[in-house]
């Protein structure tokens, strides 16, 4: 009788493994990560069906959530007058906008004053800009710390909103576990719209737990702008071991990052979205620089951001510095960058030598030797954290934002990036990557080749559970 029980036991086994395979293969993505899963199926199946349940059917889920996005963008279908700009870039970038306009992004703007921010800088600059809000403040940080510059922002946000000026805020829900409810309850109490993004809910096998709000946006009455690698924090702003950059956008080039807001509020609130012409107020052009804001997440049907690094990639004709914290490639985007590489261009990334997440940074050095192979230079900085999501091409074509270089980015983030088509700013970009690449150390081919077999085993081993990561 008791055998009975073990026959019993080894078939339901066996038809959760299949039931399972089916599921991993039916979602048709691509066949790394379809192996990457295979391989946790076999060797961990346990680990492989509890994870599944909690971050699992991506492709079912991302699915609901784009229909749920269409459906209450269609029932609130805001709109503004906005004169459109006329304006081109060079005709070796005209195809990368338009990609990106029909993509998802935002249209080409002009006429905006574009400054580089880094460090403490941006804490100043936006605290500064707080106080002299007249109409709204809306932010949101996929990470807000409660500590001394979040609370000296938390502070200047929660004074405007008592003199009268209306401050919405949101947060990401996973990011911000840490933070205690009474952090917020103070917010709200002082009269600022508090509102988590997609909030995770139990059981957890119903939320949407693996897509996670990566913006860090502000916007000071539709004018200002911020946009880029840096959350809310004392690392981030007084830590001299991490490296970051933002950009502070004055200007018509708002509209895109107020865009991003409105309709990532839309996701949170799910209700009516009222008084939106005055997130737009008519502006002065003060320049005749053009970019465009790009996003990416589940709520697109294409992953515009990747399609838009492979087209960046792929037209470079002299030069390519990439700065990133986390390096693994799509299949496409490796491929491009060995095409520029071996048609003799210049391309160069940055990374860290030491990584705040050691699996990912030895996923990434599995990747070197096929870059150093064709050309690529690589380098790691000695002291530094590269925080940075930083792109600069040829003295013109730059792009900051909160995207990494990876498949969470590409795949599952809700991100946000700007792509200026802009001479000063790409040599600005270009001075502070060549300023920074002093104080790394460039990782050379002989090197890698030298590597124990042990660490390349390992290297490798790691690298396959990369599309998870």
Not at 134 to 141: A, D, G, K, P
Request: glycine content about 6%.
């Amino acid at each position: 009788m008791e055998s009975w029980w073990y026959y019993l036991i080894y078939f339901a086994y066996g038809l959760t493994i299949l039931h399972a395979l089916f599921a991993i293969i039916s979602e048709n993505r691509n066949p790394i990560r379809t192996l990457a899963r295979v391989l946790i199926l076999v060797f961990l199946p346990l680990v492989w069906i509890i994870c599944y349940h909690l971050f699992g059917g991506e492709d079912r889920k991302a699915k609901k959530i784009l229909r749920t996005f269409q459906k209450r963008l269609k029932k609130n279908p805001f709109r503004f007058d906005i004169q459109q700009d006329t304006q081109q870039p060079e005709e070796n970038y005209q195809s990368l906008a338009h990609l990106i306009e029909e993509g998802g992004g935002s249209s080409l703007r002009a006429g905006s004053e574009i400054t580089i921010l880094q460090g403490k800088e941006k804490l100043d600059q936006l605290l500064q800009d707080i106080q002299q809000a007249q109409h709204h403040i809306h932010m949101e940080y996929y990470i807000f710390e409660n500590d001394k510059s979040g609370n000296l922002v938390k502070q200047a946000l929660m004074k405007r909103a008592q003199e009268g000026v209306k401050v919405r805020f949101l947060y990401d829900n996973v990011a911000g576990r840490r933070i205690p409810p009474r952090f917020y309850n103070e917010m709200k109490k002082a009269g600022i719209l508090v509102c988590p993004f997609m909030k995770v809910s139990f059981p957890a096998f119903k939320s949407k737990i693996n897509y996670r709000n990566h913006k860090k946006l502000a916007i000071i009455d539709g004018k200002i702008g911020y946009i880029g690698g840096m959350n809310i924090g004392d690392r981030y702003f007084y830590d001299p071991t991490r490296k970051d950059a933002h950009l502070r956008i004055h200007g018509h080039g708002v509209y895109g990052i107020q865009t991003e807001f409105v309709l990532d509020r839309l996701i949170s609130e799910q209700k009516d979205i009222k008084d939106v012409e005055y997130f737009f107020p008519d502006m002065e052009k003060t320049s005749e620089n053009l970019f465009q804001i790009v996003s990416g997440g589940p709520n697109f049907e294409q992953k515009t951001l990747l399609l838009a690094t492979i087209q960046i990639v792929s037209n470079t004709k002299k030069y390519l510095y990439i700065q990133t914290p986390y390096f693994l490639p799509t299949e496409g985007l490796i491929n491009a960058l060995k095409i520029v590489a071996m048609s003799g261009i210049d391309v160069r990334i940055m990374l860290s030598r030491h990584s705040d997440s050691p699996f990912v940074h030895m996923a990434a050095q599995s990747y070197y030797r096929d870059l150093l192979q064709v050309g690529v230079k690589i380098y790691e900085h000695e002291t530094c954290f590269i925080h940075a999501k930083t792109l600069v091409a040829d003295d013109y074509l730059s792009s900051f934002g909160s995207m990494n270089m990876d498949f969470r980015s590409f795949e599952y983030n809700f991100e946000c990036n700007c792509y200026l088509y802009d001479q000063q700013i790409a040599k600005e970009q270009k001075s502070l990557f060549e300023k920074d690449i002093k104080d790394c150390k460039e990782i050379l081919l002989e090197q890698r080749q030298k590597r124990s077999k042990i660490r390349k085993v390992t290297q490798s081993i790691v690298r396959l559970f990369a599309p998870l990561m």
